[in-house]
């Protein structure tokens, strides 16, 4: 069964950093895609960035140039390197691995950024 772990939450005031980590069951190769989704209080789960099994990364345009998203291949793990924090990017983060036919997700973390 394949499972993705999300963690590395927190409370975090703005213009700090969080790096969120997902740690999947299988190689991170086995993905065609790992993507990074948010779903801020009372809103849409939004996405956040991707990376493929090639390696090409790509960004929200309210994230690109703040944040990161990167993989450990040994271990498993995609990270996502957040800097520069706003309020705005409170929300809960996903980790959503595409093994076709399956989407699998995490069960999120709770980031929270305080004003």
């Known amino acids: 069964q394949v499972q993705l772990v999300e963690s590395g939450g927190g409370l975090v005031q703005a213009g700090g950093s969080l790096r969120l980590s997902c740690v999947a069951s299988?190689?991170?190769?086995?993905?065609?895609?790992v993507r990074w989704y948010r779903q801020p209080p009372g809103k849409q789960r939004e996405l956040v960035a991707t990376?493929?099994?090639?390696?090409?990364?790509y960004y929200a345009d309210s994230v690109s140039g703040r944040f990161t998203i990167s993989r450990d291949n040994a271990m498993n793990i995609v990270y996502l390197e957040m800097n520069s924090l706003k309020a705005d990017d409170t929300g809960v983060y996903y980790c959503?691995?595409?093994?076709?036919?399956?989407?699998?997700w995490g069960q999120g973390t709770q980031v929270t950024v305080s004003s």
């Open positions: 959503n691995g595409y093994l076709p036919p399956v989407y699998y």
């Open positions: 299988r190689s991170i190769f086995s993905f065609n895609v």
């Open positions: 990376i493929t099994s090639g390696g090409n990364t």
